[in-house]
């Protein structure tokens, strides 16, 4: 069975540029989740979709957005990137029922310049 | 207080020993405990879970939890260096939120 798949794999943006990921979910799977990973703060919860509709929020500023269509896949988007933007993205999906069914993607590797 | 604490390492013990991974946390409200582990250059990927205070064995793999002095343990018997990897903990409340809160990892080295 396909796993998560998130495009592209690499990027190199410069600061100020906007950037946009994207991330197809398991077959089946409704809720899709976003997260940063950084070497200083680790894992950190962007947002989560669930059938188009944004149900949970994490800490970060208005620069990052996200949205999820109608198949479930999901973009997240990156306005005027700041070096500290570089990062791991990844998403996850899952049926949406309970904390423990999250299959994770291998990420976008994210360098800001 | 940071919310859930994880010592970083990183950690190298030889092939067969046993590892002991760690994590404190403070939020009260955190009913669900799980173990995730990373690969280099993979995403993580769900190990064990558990909601309920005590010990939960999977294999080489033991989850204990400790919800009165919010402490999580994960215990690898006979390790191998196909264990080496990045450990994660990971919380996250009832309610059906879906948002978990991780630790920093800790990276395990199982040397042949």
């Known amino acids: 069975k396909a796993g998560v798949t998130q495009t592209p794999r690499y990027l190199i943006k410069t600061r100020g540029q906007q950037v946009t990921l994207s991330c197809s979910p398991i077959?089946?799977?409704?809720?899709v989740s976003w997260y940063q990973q950084t070497p200083g703060q680790g894992l950190q919860f962007l947002f989560e979709?669930?059938?188009?509709?944004?149900?949970n929020k994490g800490n970060f500023p208005g620069r990052f957005s996200g949205r999820q269509f109608s198949n479930s896949r999901s973009e997240m988007n990156v306005s005027t990137l700041e070096l500290g933007d570089s990062a791991l993205y990844l998403c996850?999906?899952?049926?949406?029922?309970?904390?423990?069914?999250?299959?994770f993607g291998s990420g976008t590797r994210l360098t800001v310049v | 207080q940071k919310e859930v604490e994880q010592d970083p390492g990183p950690l190298s013990v030889p092939e067969g020993a046993i590892v002991s991974l760690n994590c404190t946390y403070s939020?009260?409200?955190?009913?669900?405990f799980m173990w995730y582990r990373q690969y280099s250059r993979k995403g993580p990927e769900l190990l064990m879970y558990?909601?309920?205070?005590g010990n939960k064995e999977d294999g080489r793999f033991t989850a204990q939890v400790d919800k009165s002095s919010k402490y999580i343990s994960l215990f690898i018997r006979d390790s191998q260096p196909s264990d080496s990897a990045t450990y994660l903990c990971?919380?996250?409340?009832?309610?059906?939120?879906?948002?978990?809160?991780f630790g920093k990892g800790t990276k395990l080295t199982v040397n042949p």
């Open positions: 996850a999906s899952s049926r949406g029922r309970g904390p423990y069914g999250y299959t």
């Open positions: 077959s089946g799977h409704r809720s």
């Open positions: 979709y669930f059938s188009e509709t944004q149900r």
């Open positions: 939020n009260s409200a955190f009913q669900y």
């Open positions: 558990t909601y309920s205070s």
């Open positions: 990971a919380f996250s409340t009832q309610g059906g939120s879906e948002k978990l809160v």
